[in-house]
């Protein structure tokens, strides 16, 4: 029996839990085996605060979110990473992803390093859960009456989860793993910014800034039939869309038929 086997196939965020999977786990297996091993690694790829041991190792504000502390830590940012995506594929591209996830990672990391610095504790940091939160938080800068189920408490807007997140590492920011809450923080703020940029709200927040969004071409007048008929038809497709992203903001993902799910994601 031939299996055959498409990378390409696979979705962009597996291919993204892959490597963080990999990375994370062999980073604990060199623990176990040669704790010298393990030690080199934290310390060139974890993001520290102290600039003695950070030095110029810029790659670390990136490193960083590739290595977690344990397998429940690389478990839990995983489940989120994967929850969170879906969300924000609901109305953002492949590139918009990576963009949030990566430049979230190293506002994640500049936030953790400043507010170290503030705050008086140097340690590291290890985790994608500023990445993450920054995932999740362009998409409540985008659309924070967006409605999501969740198991116990039912629909819940997405602005409420994101207040009670931030209250939560705020609490926590004097705990043991402060760093990692700052890194929280750093990740949420990029994440929001970046939601309300994509939206061409961004002005709103920081008016002394004036964020050139870019503007879409003005459409050629043709005579052809053929692209007067194209054009129709497009019109539709957007009209549609609208109708089923204004359906998922009133009454959430979870409200759309299985036609209009498949239609929504043809479009991606």
Not at 6 to 18: F, G, H, R, S, T
Not at 107 to 128: D, K, N, P, R
Not at 132 to 157: C, D, Q, S, W
Request: aromatic share 16%; glycine share 8%.
């Amino acid at each position: 029996m031939k299996i055959n086997f498409d990378i390409q196939k696979i979705p962009l965020v597996n291919k993204l839990m892959i490597v963080i999977a990999f990375c994370s786990l062999l980073a604990m297996f060199l623990g176990v085996v040669n704790q010298e091993a393990h030690q080199w690694i934290i310390r060139q790829f974890a993001l520290f605060s102290d600039w003695n041991i950070l030095g110029f190792r810029v790659w670390q504000l990136l490193s960083y979110s590739f290595l977690h502390a344990g397998v429940l830590h690389l478990l839990f940012n995983l489940l989120m990473l994967y929850f969170f995506s879906g969300l924000f594929f609901t109305f953002f591209n492949q590139k918009q992803f990576l963009n949030a996830y990566f430049l979230g990672a190293i506002a994640a990391g500049l936030f953790y390093i400043l507010g170290s610095y503030i705050m008086g504790q140097h340690h590291y940091v290890a985790g994608a859960s500023g990445a993450v939160m920054a995932v999740l938080f362009t998409v409540v800068g985008y659309n924070p009456k967006m409605t999501i189920h969740l198991m116990i408490f039912g629909r819940v807007t997405l602005w409420v989860i994101a207040l009670v997140l931030i209250g939560l590492d705020v609490i926590q920011l004097f705990s043991d793993n402060s760093g990692g809450h700052l890194a929280h923080l750093g990740g949420s703020l990029f994440g929001f910014l970046y939601g309300n940029y994509l939206k061409g709200s961004l002005n709103d927040f920081i008016p002394n800034f004036k964020f050139k969004q870019k503007k879409k071409a003005p459409l050629r007048k043709v005579h052809d039939q053929k692209n007067i008929t194209k054009n129709i038809k497009t019109d539709e497709v957007q009209k549609r869309i609208d109708v089923i992203l204004d359906k998922i903001s009133k009454s959430g993902y979870d409200s759309l038929t299985q036609e209009e799910k498949e239609f929504l994601f043809k479009q991606k």
